[in-house]
């Protein structure tokens, strides 16, 4: 099972482009949960099933921790790519 993860993780690494397109989304969904969590706070008011009035956790803020979350890895794979091009063209200058 572990192997199968670690394959997983170092199977192809995506293109560049793709890796922007990645991020810029996240970058924008981060943005758009902000926002909300701006326009209406961070506890929202809810009805329980029997009418009840409650108070609970902005969905937005979850959000807002998955895009972080997404971002961070993104930038970090960014990274692992120029690492592995960087490498790649110190072995291919060294022939």
């Not at 670690?6 to 996240?26: C, S, V, Y």
């Not at 329980?48 to 972080?68: F, M, R, Y």
């Amino acid at each position: 099972m572990k192997k199968e993860k670690n394959d997983a993780i170092d199977g192809p690494m995506p293109e560049e482009d793709e890796l922007e397109q990645a991020l810029a989304a996240a970058k924008q969904t981060l943005r758009l949960a902000t926002a909300d969590v701006l326009k209406r706070g961070i506890l929202v008011t809810s009805e329980d099933w029997d009418g009840e009035k409650i108070n609970k956790v902005n969905p937005s803020v979850g959000v807002q921790k998955a895009a972080i979350a997404i971002i961070v890895s993104l930038r970090n794979l960014k990274l692992q790519q120029a690492k592995a091009e960087r490498k790649k063209n110190a072995v291919g200058a060294s022939k």
